[in-house]
């Protein structure tokens, strides 16, 4: 539904635009991802909402995205179970994130862990898409350094008190890992 919807209006708009048939095959990828995306916020936003974890889950989210897009991992082939997967997990994740509690000797264990994941894996390419070394090199650097960036605001936040919000922050970067796992595989 997601891809004839994009397909539809990506073949109106390049008709009116009188796009070539490579534009138009960007546009309604384009609009694919935006569709997509769209109902994947919606969704998560409603969910959380609901379940009052808002908070926690698009914490957890924005700890995940930056090790995702940095380091890879793993994709699901359809439209339908990767949206399923993409609201499931964060609510999980933002729900757990209530229920325990890190301490700063756990937040150590966990960043130690994923600093030596990450060191060791490096950088995942998709079978799609693969990268050249120097690509490789540069999102792993890139990574480490958003890695880095996240272990600090996380000690902050575990120290100032907000152990839910550290939680989601432990949880978000045990799943980027995971993932990259994963994909390793």
Same mark, same amino acid.
């Given at each position: 539904?997601?891809?004839? #919807?994009?397909?539809?209006?990506? *073949?109106?708009?390049?008709?009116?635009?009188?796009?070539?048939?490579?534009?138009?095959? /960007?546009?309604?990828?384009?609009?694919? *991802?935006? #569709? @997509?995306?769209?109902? %994947?916020?919606?969704?998560?936003?409603?969910?959380?909402?609901?379940?009052? $974890?808002?908070?926690?889950? &698009?914490?957890?989210?924005?700890? %995940?995205?930056? $090790?995702?897009?940095?380091?890879?991992?793993?994709?699901?082939?359809?439209?339908?179970?990767?949206?399923?997967?993409?609201?499931?997990?964060?609510? @999980? +994740?933002?729900?757990?994130?209530?229920?325990?509690?890190?301490?700063? /000797?756990?937040?150590?264990?966990?960043?130690?862990?994923?600093?030596?994941?990450?060191?060791? +894996?490096?950088?995942?390419?998709?079978?799609?898409? *693969?990268?050249?070394?120097? *690509?490789?090199?540069? &999102?792993?650097?890139?990574?480490?350094?958003?890695?880095?960036?996240?272990?600090? /605001?996380?000690?902050?936040?575990?120290?100032?008190?907000?152990? %839910?919000?550290?939680? @989601?922050?432990?949880?978000?970067? +045990?799943?980027?890992?995971?993932?990259?796992?994963? @994909?390793?595989?």
């Amino acid at each position: 539904m997601i891809k004839s #919807i994009s397909a539809a209006t990506g *073949r109106a708009l390049a008709k009116n635009a009188e796009y070539t048939e490579d534009k138009e095959e /960007i546009l309604v990828y384009m609009l694919t *991802r935006l #569709i @997509a995306n769209f109902i %994947f916020l919606t969704l998560l936003f409603a969910f959380s909402t609901f379940l009052e $974890i808002t908070l926690t889950t &698009f914490v957890a989210l924005v700890t %995940f995205l930056p $090790i995702r897009r940095t380091f890879g991992g793993w994709h699901v082939q359809n439209i339908y179970l990767c949206l399923a997967v993409s609201v499931a997990v964060p609510l @999980a +994740i933002g729900y757990i994130a209530t229920l325990i509690g890190f301490n700063m /000797i756990g937040l150590g264990i966990v960043y130690i862990l994923a600093y030596g994941i990450a060191l060791r +894996i490096g950088v995942v390419d998709n079978k799609n898409k *693969r990268l050249k070394e120097s *690509r490789k090199e540069k &999102f792993k650097k890139q990574g480490l350094i958003s890695l880095t960036i996240i272990a600090v /605001i996380n000690v902050l936040v575990l120290l100032y008190g907000n152990v %839910f919000v550290s939680n @989601a922050m432990v949880l978000g970067t +045990i799943l980027g890992f995971f993932n990259l796992l994963i @994909a390793e595989k």
